[in-house]
């Protein structure tokens, strides 16, 4: 999380990033000229939310005609260092995008492993992002594998 995303497009562009995800709380104010930017560098624009803020404040990124986001990402812990435990209250958010926004990625992060993957693809996460449950495994293939069937199956069972 950085306090001023703008000032990281370029450079990130610059650097080959294909994506660019920002906090919704450092960029109330001006959003639609950061996703602007990002997509006229040739990036995938997405936003993300921290488990305090209400998931209506993304509806209007989502929702713009012009420039929307195209993924959203739910924090599932709040952000600033790995190995946090999974907030499952933050899935009521995932629910409510999936139901809005039926064709939107969805990314959780934090606290995703083996245990927890499975509310989260229940609840419309198609995106993970696992750090201390794969690369703290003795088997990382393996941990691979389950988050990914378990999005899978998510996706053919709705």
Same mark, same amino acid.
């Not at 080959?16 to 709380?25: I, K, P, Q, R």
């Not at 939107?104 to 693809?121: F, H, K, R, Y």
């Not at 449950?133 to 988050?147: D, H, M, R, T, Y």
């Given at each position: ?16 990033? *294909?994506?660019?995800?920002? @906090? %919704? /709380? ?9 996703? @602007? ?5 040739? !990036? ?25 986001? /195209?993924? %959203?990402? =739910? !924090?599932? =812990? ?8 999974? !907030?499952? /209250?933050? !899935? ?13 990625? #969805? /990314? %959780? $992060? ?6 927890? #993957? ?24 393996? =941990? #691979?594998? #389950?988050?990914?069937?378990? =999005?899978? $199956?998510?996706?053919?069972? *709705?």
């Amino acid at each position: 999380m950085v306090t001023n995303p703008l000032d990281y497009v370029e450079p990130l562009a610059k650097a080959g990033a *294909s994506g660019f995800t920002f @906090h %919704v /709380e450092v960029a109330k104010d001006y959003w639609q000229d950061l996703v @602007h930017q990002i997509k006229v560098k040739g !990036m995938r624009p997405g936003v993300a939310l921290k488990p305090g803020t209400p998931v209506e404040e993304v509806y209007p990124l989502a929702s713009s005609r012009e420039n929307p986001v /195209e993924m %959203v990402l =739910v !924090m599932t =812990v709040e952000p600033g260092f790995g190995g946090q435990k999974f !907030m499952p /209250e933050t !899935m009521d958010k995932v629910r409510a995008l999936r139901k809005k926004y039926p064709s939107l990625d #969805i /990314e %959780v $992060d934090g606290g995703l492993g083996p245990s927890t #993957i499975d509310m989260a693809a229940s609840a419309g996460a198609n995106c993970i992002v696992a750090g201390s449950s794969v690369f703290g495994a003795k088997e990382p293939a393996n =941990v #691979i594998s #389950i988050l990914r069937k378990s =999005v899978r $199956d998510a996706q053919q069972s *709705s």
